[in-house]
């Protein structure tokens, strides 16, 4: 079965720039989005189609994707923006990555 | 903008059938415009994609419950449901109804938009 590769958790200062990765085979020729999921709150979509944002999400959150790995980009991270984050792609079924807890401090 | 609103029983017996309805309000569910999609995620876990809906009765389901779900419409009522039966313990999760935007002519994934609207989630527990 697909999957998708997430580190566990990354850290952060709050101000500097945090980036999430998400690996997976042949992941250069599908499509990635990823969402945010606070605790106790549904997950939001932050971006999708590897770069594009949503109207509402700010700025500071970016995706890009390289070869088989893509990544979610957070510049000027902000204390509210700790949460954990997912990457989603499609391979026969809808597949998550297994998620990162991004930790602002 | 699409919201969506899940319901249903919090317990749920091992052996028996989970049911769980989300409500669509700000468009129709007739609408070929979205994949109406089931997503859970047991505790303290990550996301477990479940299937979606779409026109109204096509249907896509995980391999690794298809033969345990049902995902189905009521046009009446504008909403759209999950059946799972046989549960166990490992099914307790909390369930998310959420939406993504269909891309109608050659498109590279069903999720070439996102899963761009979630409900709230609802909390089931099977219990022995």
């Known amino acids: 079965s697909y999957e998708l590769n997430q580190p566990p958790s990354v850290s952060v200062s709050p101000g500097q720039t945090a980036s999430i990765t998400c690996s997976g085979d042949r992941l250069g020729n599908k499509y990635a989005s990823w969402y945010q999921q606070k605790p106790g709150q549904s997950p939001v979509l932050v971006t999708y189609q590897d770069t594009k944002r949503p109207s509402g999400i700010p700025e500071r959150f970016s995706g890009s994707k390289s070869g088989s790995t893509a990544t979610l980009t957070i510049s000027g991270t902000q204390v509210m923006d700790e949460a954990d984050y997912y990457c989603l792609a499609w391979d026969t079924i809808a597949v998550f990555g297994g998620g990162t807890k991004l930790t602002v401090l | 903008q699409v919201q969506l609103q899940e319901s249903g029983p919090g317990l749920v017996k091992a052996s028996q059938t989970l049911s769980l309805t989300c409500t669509v309000s700000?468009?129709?569910?007739?609408?070929?415009?979205?994949?109406w999609t089931w997503i859970r995620q047991h505790p303290g876990m990550g996301l477990e994609w479940i299937g979606y809906i779409y026109n109204s009765g096509s249907t896509y389901y995980n391999p690794s419950l298809k033969s345990r779900i049902t995902i189905s419409v009521d046009t009446s009522k504008n909403q759209f449901s999950l059946k799972l039966n046989s549960v166990t313990a490992a099914d307790t999760a909390v369930y998310y109804c959420a939406s993504a935007r269909r891309c109608i002519t050659a498109c590279p994934s069903p999720l070439f938009y996102g899963l761009d609207v979630w409900g709230q989630g609802t909390t089931v527990t099977v219990s022995s």
């Open positions: 700000g468009d129709s569910i007739r609408s070929e415009t979205y994949y």
